[in-house]
């Protein structure tokens, strides 16, 4: 059974922190790997990652993708109280997606 | 353009009713998903349209939950005797096409409450 596994499942920081957020992942016909941020309820896009050791940026957030040892990582830098959500990781295979349960990202001012 | 929109935003029914959700995927996505999210897990995997047809249903629990996309837009989850297991949030994907390159954008979701 396809799994993923998210940790910490919870973390609470102060503005201007820098947090790094882990995803491991067991996907059969593994094709991406997907991070979300969701704070009410819609899951908000945030990286599909297919290539390892390629980091993909998108403003104070950055992920890499490390396909032998079946890990991701998702950083912000300078965090912002308007960081504070659910941060959601997903293996892919043909187009099924498997979930972890999330980090809950607390910023605090 | 428009995203993903989901109606309702909230239901709240009784046991043993009928419910439908409906979704409205971004205009000219092929393919459309459901997953179901249930209090602090993530979402998981119900059923999955390219077109009109039904390419993998089995994600969906038991034979009380079906969903249709007749034209090849618009689904409509429905779900017939409902539990109080099956409250939830109920969201729906679309993507441009099938495939493991295409990102799934997310609708906001239906909050499903069985009393």
């Known amino acids: 059974e396809d799994k993923v596994v998210q940790s910490p499942l919870s973390l609470v920081v102060h503005e201007g922190d820098t947090v790094t957020l882990n995803c491991s992942y067991e996907v059969t016909n593994f094709r991406s790997l997907l991070w979300y941020k969701q704070e009410k309820k819609a899951p908000t896009f945030l990286f599909m990652l297919?290539?390892?050791?390629i980091e993909k940026k998108s403003g104070r957030l950055s992920s890499i993708l490390d396909k032998k040892e079946l890990f991701s990582i998702l950083n912000i830098t300078a965090t912002q109280t308007g960081d504070s959500a659910v941060y959601l990781c997903?293996?892919?295979?043909?187009?099924?997606?498997?979930f972890g349960k999330g980090t809950l990202l607390t910023v605090n001012p | 353009g428009a995203g993903v929109s989901q109606t309702p935003s909230n239901k709240v029914t009784e046991k043993g009713k009928y419910v439908e959700l409906r979704c409205d995927p971004i205009?000219?996505?092929?393919?459309l998903y459901w997953y179901r999210q249930s209090l602090g897990q993530g979402p998981e995997f119900l059923i999955y349209f390219q077109g009109t047809g039904a390419a993998d249903d089995s994600g969906l629990p038991n034979d009380r939950f079906f969903a249709v996309r007749p034209e090849g837009s618009v689904s409509t989850l429905k779900i017939q005797r409902t539990e109080r297991g099956d409250s939830a949030v109920y969201l729906c994907a679309s993507s441009l096409r099938q495939g493991a390159g295409e990102t799934q954008y997310f609708g906001p979701g239906t909050r499903l409450l069985v009393l």
């Open positions: 997903a293996g892919g295979s043909n187009y099924k997606l498997t």
């Open positions: 297919t290539s390892s050791g």
């Open positions: 205009s000219g996505h092929t393919a």
